[in-house]
């Protein structure tokens, strides 16, 4: 049990459905991190969240659409996903923004999505 | 460019030898941290190793050393003795300073098996 969870672990969503991805940790950390990771690709930095305020997008397409009420709890909304969009999605937190290092970023153990 | 370049994509040893997974990094700031994490089958990124570009040691970590070779920038991760549990992908990532976001990349991934 790792201090990030993530729920659901796996998730099969077609292309018209909505669906959210949830992250929760309880290690007082205030950033909070989504990455996407698909197969033979370096993860993908997707937001960042700093004391619940959104401090980086990478590019990222408007059907992911993040959430974070507050610095235990990120979300990441899915709709109107592609095919292409399968991938696993891990969320990581840190103590402050860049301050993992010797502690490194926790994170989850990922939501593996299938979109069909 | 790559930042991170992990060249090895598989690496094979056998229970109880050392491993030397490869990574080169590329910055031009003078402060940055290099990581290693390990993933297994579950998805789970879990930290292993930091490494601060000022650091004049080694950093160790139990079974984990990396070689820090600041010169050459590479900052391997040697395994000794390794164990069935080992078997895992294994990434490398830096976080750049003060002229970086503070946020981590991450090179491609290195999957390492151990023999019995």
């Known amino acids: 049990e790792t201090g990030v969870t993530q729920t659901p672990r796996h998730l099969v969503m077609g292309m018209t459905n909505k669906k959210s991805l949830k992250c929760e940790q309880h290690l007082g950390h205030n950033a909070m991190y989504w990455y996407k990771q698909s197969a033979k690709k370096p993860l993908e930095l997707m937001f960042v969240y700093n004391f619940k305020e959104q401090t980086e997008n990478n590019s990222v397409p408007s059907r992911f659409s993040p959430e974070c009420p507050n610095s235990s709890h990120l979300f990441l909304h899915l709709h109107t996903l592609q095919p292409e969009d399968s991938a696993l999605y891990l969320c990581a937190s840190s103590q402050d923004l860049g301050q993992g290092d010797n502690y490194g970023y926790t994170f989850g153990s990922g939501t593996r999505l299938t979109v069909v | 460019a790559q930042k991170i370049t992990q060249t090895q994509p598989g690496m094979f040893v056998q229970e109880k030898e050392a491993v030397t997974l490869d990574c080169t990094y590329d910055t031009s700031d003078q402060s940055y941290g290099l990581f290693w994490y390990k993933q297994p089958s579950s998805g789970e990124m879990i930290f292993l190793i930091y490494?601060?570009?000022?650091?004049?040691q080694n950093a160790t970590e139990g079974r984990y050393s990396l070689n820090f070779q600041k010169a050459r920038k590479s900052a391997n991760l040697v395994i000794s003795a390794s164990q069935l549990g080992d078997s895992a992908m294994y990434f490398c990532?830096?976080?750049?300073?003060?002229?970086?976001?503070?946020?981590?990349?991450f090179g491609r991934g290195t999957s390492l098996i151990v023999h019995p």
């Open positions: 490494q601060g570009s000022y650091d004049e």
């Open positions: 990532a830096m976080r750049e300073g003060l002229g970086g976001s503070y946020i981590p990349t």
